[in-house]
């Protein structure tokens, strides 16, 4: 079955330092995978996804992944943090659908907590 | 702009009562999810459903169902609620592949 695993449970970063957070996947065909973003209180909110193609995927909020397959990794990245990129990052991989009509469901990643200094 | 809202924020309800959980989206999608967040466990997918009437069990399953009756709304209802489901709620809606968050109702069975 399709999963994810977030490596990394909680991390500290500079405010303007460069930022990367990990996620492995399991999955023997390309998979779907997807990035999201929940501010304290709230819902989750799409950063990014990649279905195919380039392997380097732009997304809002100046955030950044790349796919690669050799690694089963899809890497969130951004090069300048700032205070309000504070927040809980899942890493997500689409499952495979039981039938032709049956939608995509998620399996997400336990999450990684970033935390953002002065 | 997507839309997906959810009829509460904060729920608190007494153990053994039914409860409804809403969700309602106005994208026209036809796949939408229930999850529940809990610290540590990530999400986990409890139902979903990809056409009106039409319903998938996720993994945890257990202790919930769901109705689907209109294509813009999902509910999930809790039969005979227990401690053991206070929990955040997040439901979603989705075209076919990735997924769009309501912001959620945060439940608790006393």
């Known amino acids: 079955a399709q999963s994810v695993t977030q490596p990394d449970i909680h991390i500290t970063v500079s405010e303007g330092a460069s930022l990367e957070l990990r996620c492995n996947y399991s999955y023997g065909a390309t998979p779907y995978l997807f990035w999201y973003v929940q501010s304290p209180g709230q819902g989750l909110q799409l950063l990014l996804k990649?279905?195919?193609?380039?392997?380097l995927v732009q997304g809002i909020k100046g955030f950044e992944a790349e796919f690669k397959r050799s690694q089963s990794s899809f890497n969130l990245r951004k090069p300048s943090v700032h205070w309000s990129d504070a927040a809980e990052y899942f890493c997500a991989v689409g499952r495979t659908p039981r039938s032709r009509d049956s939608g995509y469901a998620l399996n997400f990643g336990k999450g990684t907590s970033l935390l953002v200094t002065p | 702009d997507v839309k997906v809202t959810q009829s509460s924020r904060y729920l608190v309800k007494r153990t053994g009562e039914k409860v409804f959980l809403e969700c309602v989206q106005d994208?026209?999608?036809?796949?939408m999810f229930w999850y529940r967040q809990d610290p540590g466990l990530g999400l986990r997918l409890i139902y979903f459903s990809y056409d009106v009437k039409m319903k998938e069990k996720g993994d945890i399953p257990e202790g919930y169902s769901v109705s689907r009756e209109k294509k813009e709304r999902f509910s999930l209802i809790l039969e005979s609620a227990s401690t053991n489901q206070t929990s955040m709620y997040l439901c979603a809606s989705s075209p076919g592949r990735g997924q769009y968050f309501g912001p959620g109702t945060r439940l608790t069975v006393t």
């Open positions: 994208m026209d999608h036809e796949n």
């Open positions: 990649y279905f195919s193609g380039d392997t």
